[in-house]
């Protein structure tokens, strides 16, 4: 059965900390990992990661996919307020029903001013 | 452009009793799947739809049905409904299938049913 875990369930950081999330995977017939926010109801896309050890960027987030050992890093660098939320991460697989998205329970991150 | 639009945004049901949920995908896409989050969980797939025409299913009981229209739209049934129903319901929508466009997902329904 395909598994995806997040670590750590949660965390609390103060204004201008670095977070780092971890996402492992065990699926079949991987394609690519993806990275959602959600902070109050809809997920909101981040990244979406397909091959091994290119960094992508965007802002002030980054992430990394590491094929070989299953895991990826989302990197959030001087955080603010607004990136309190749900990091959800999620994995395609080749040949999977449909979109079928496996996702982990999330990191819930709180940041305080 | 409007997102993905979700309705209701709020629904309260007794045990027993059906459920029909609605959503518009954004303009342009074509495919729809439908995710349940249990508070405090990962969204979980229960199926997708693209061209009208199921093509996935996740491990979700009979119960559960849904289906699409030819604007695009879609519906999620669900009858005899249970305590443990009781969820936000993610609509998404994308151009086709993950590996071309990721999902874009709606507001949800939070379903509470007593």
């Known amino acids: 059965e395909d598994k995806v875990v997040q670590s750590p369930l949660s965390l609390v950081v103060h204004e201008g900390d670095t977070v780092t999330l971890n996402c492992s995977y065990e699926?079949?017939?991987?394609?690519?990992l993806l990275w959602y926010k959600q902070e109050k109801k809809a997920p909101t896309f981040l990244f979406m990661l397909?091959?091994?050890?290119i960094e992508k960027k965007s802002g002030r987030l980054s992430s990394i996919l590491d094929k070989k050992e299953l895991f990826s890093i989302l990197n959030i660098t001087a955080t603010q307020t607004g990136d309190s939320a749900v990091y959800l991460c999620?994995?395609?697989?080749?040949?999977?029903?449909?979109?079928?998205?496996?996702f982990g329970g999330g990191t819930r991150v709180l940041v305080k001013p | 452009d409007a997102g993905v639009t979700q309705s209701p945004t709020h629904l309260i049901k007794t045990r027993g009793q059906h459920v029909t949920l609605r959503c518009s995908p954004i303009?342009?896409?074509?495919?729809v799947s439908w995710y349940q989050q249990v508070l405090g969980q990962g969204p979980q797939f229960i199926f997708q739809y693209y061209e009208k025409e199921e093509r996935g299913r996740g491990n979700f009981p009979d119960r559960f049905s849904a289906r699409q229209f030819p604007n695009y739209s879609s519906e999620l049934n669900v009858n005899a409904l249970l305590l443990g129903d009781s969820a936000l319901y993610l609509c998404a929508s994308s151009l086709g299938l993950v590996r071309d466009s990721p999902l874009h997902f709606g507001n949800g329904t939070r379903l509470t049913v007593t």
């Open positions: 999620a994995v395609d697989r080749i040949k999977a029903a449909g979109n079928k998205l496996t």
């Open positions: 303009s342009g896409h074509k495919s």
């Open positions: 699926v079949t017939n991987f394609r690519s």
């Open positions: 397909t091959s091994s050890g």
